[in-house]
């Protein structure tokens, strides 16, 4: 097999959650389909599959995955409607979190033979770009055993921090959905969940712990030159007006 390790950004601006799952979902079943008509044929008349990232923010949405818990989400429809915010039962794994103005949502949908079949290595690379990022701006980052995600104060825990939270799904060796980072959040809207179904935890943001707001520009800037890098891909940004 080929492998493909170009990768298509493209940048969806601040888009509507319904609308980039769509989209998500509408790219990850063109990649099956691909790989499925790949198997009825030979080899050397296979066609590649393609890769894509996307970057995008989201208005004020909170989002459970497949193993979360409803109970972890502390606001009626009224509630929802009050904070401007709308709510989505999804098919990524993880529990429930929130995402908003001032976050970079990042979703890989990679076909994972072009790069290596191995979903923890995955996720593993997925948030050692974000610590490389953070590392960036003077963040000391890691993980937590048993825990997804980027964290601060990972080591002693007196008092952790989730500053990244991760959820995807994979099918066929497919991905899709991914990470959200929090530059210039909100952090208030975090106060209505459970975030990721742990309550003895805190939830914080690069302008949180800088003092000061970040471009966000830079900040995805970082991240697609350390996922380039980890990845081994090589990044070909398609014009915003094409993703349709």
Not at 154 to 171: D, L, T, Y
Request: proline share 3%; net charge negative; hydrophobic share 40%.
């Amino acid at each position: 097999m080929i492998q493909n390790k170009e990768v298509l950004l493209q940048k969806l601006g601040l888009i509507d959650y319904q609308q980039a799952w769509d989209y998500q979902e509408q790219l990850f079943k063109g990649i099956l389909d691909i790989k499925a008509q790949n198997r009825a044929i030979q080899e050397g008349e296979q066609q590649i599959t393609p890769n894509y990232l996307l970057f995008c923010q989201h208005p004020h949405v909170y989002t459970l995955g497949k193993s979360g818990h409803l109970d972890h989400l502390l606001l009626d429809e009224q509630g929802l409607a009050q904070k401007e915010a709308t709510f989505y039962k999804i098919n990524r794994g993880g529990d429930i979190t929130y995402h908003g103005p001032g976050q970079l949502v990042a979703y890989p949908l990679l076909d994972l033979d072009n790069f290596f079949t191995d979903i923890h290595k995955y996720l593993r690379l997925l948030e050692e770009a974000v610590i490389m990022t953070l590392a960036d701006f003077g963040l000391k980052t890691g993980r937590i055993a048993g825990l997804t995600g980027v964290w601060l104060d990972f080591e002693e825990q007196k008092n952790p921090r989730k500053i990244c939270a991760m959820g995807v799904k994979c099918s066929r060796w497919v991905t899709m959905h991914g990470l959200a980072l929090n530059v210039n959040t909100d952090l208030s809207y975090f106060g209505n969940i459970v975030p990721c179904g742990i309550s003895d935890k805190a939830v914080t943001s690069l302008q949180q712990e800088l003092g000061r707001p970040v471009d966000m520009q830079e900040v995805e800037e970082k991240l697609l030159l350390h996922f380039q890098e980890l990845f081994e891909a090589s990044i070909v940004e398609k014009a915003h007006e094409e993703r349709y």
